[in-house]
């Protein structure tokens, strides 16, 4: 167990929807990062967020948001959901030097 | 742009092979290279990290990769394969940022 945990493990949305997903980090990491990963592909890069600001940002359009709070938990927000965005959506935490660790992920499917 | 290749996308082995995949990645400065495993029905969980000093690195349950920067390359490698070895392997790069960058993934499928 890496000790992030994400909810809910499973949702359903129609097109046009809006989604919000949540993030534990690891006790003690500051920095908390989400991906998205498409049916045989890796996990590409949607944001970072440290310290409840964003601290870089993949190459998604703006209707993917989040937020961090004051104890690093985060969101993911997407908006006006579309079919493509069916994929495991992936948080990681992170410690400097030490890597990300990962949860066990969202799985989002669009209809 | 920076980005990861794995080359094998699918390797099948018998127990007691032998294992090397390949990963290499395009970018002429410093980078923190990672290897990560996904066992079926879980999450992500890292194998093994370089970010400096000895470029062989070793890992939890036996696997080791070597840095080479000359080739950038971060081949992960097992000597010995268990049947609970069966999983998806990625190599991640992150070098600028904070974001890492994933390969595709290399499926590997153990046979008893």
């Known amino acids: 167990e890496t000790g992030v945990t994400q909810s809910p493990t499973h949702l359903i949305k129609t097109r046009g929807q809006q989604v919000t997903l949540r993030c534990s980090s690891q006790?003690?990491?500051?920095?908390v990062s989400w991906y998205q990963q498409a049916l045989g592909q890796g996990p590409q890069f949607i944001f970072q967020?440290?310290?409840?600001?964003?601290?870089g940002r993949g190459n998604f359009p703006p209707r993917f948001s989040g937020l961090q709070f004051p104890n690093y938990s985060s969101e993911l927000n997407v908006n006006a959901l579309e079919l493509d965005d069916s994929a495991l959506y992936l948080c990681?935490?992170?410690?400097?030097?030490?890597?990300?660790?990962f949860g066990q992920g969202t799985r989002l499917t669009v209809v | 742009a920076q980005s990861v290749s794995q080359h094998n996308h699918h390797v099948i082995l018998s127990e007691a092979a032998s294992l090397e995949l390949g990963c290499n990645y395009s970018?002429?400065?410093?980078?923190?290279l990672f290897w990560y495993v996904q066992y079926p029905g879980q999450h992500l969980q890292l194998l093994l990290k370089?970010?400096?000093?000895?470029?062989l690195v070793k890992g939890i349950k036996g696997f080791e990769a070597e840095f080479i920067k000359s080739k950038f390359s971060f081949n992960l490698r097992k000597p010995s394969v268990q049947w609970s070895d069966t999983a998806e392997y990625f190599c991640?790069?992150?070098?600028?940022?904070?974001?890492?960058?994933f390969g595709t993934g290399t499926l590997l499928a153990v046979q008893p």
């Open positions: 990681a935490s992170s410690s400097p030097g030490q890597g990300a660790f």
């Open positions: 006790s003690g990491h500051n920095t």
């Open positions: 967020y440290y310290r409840e600001e964003e601290n």
């Open positions: 970018y002429g400065g410093t980078v923190n």
């Open positions: 370089y970010f400096s000093g000895d470029p």
């Open positions: 991640a790069v992150n070098a600028t940022t904070n974001k890492l960058i």
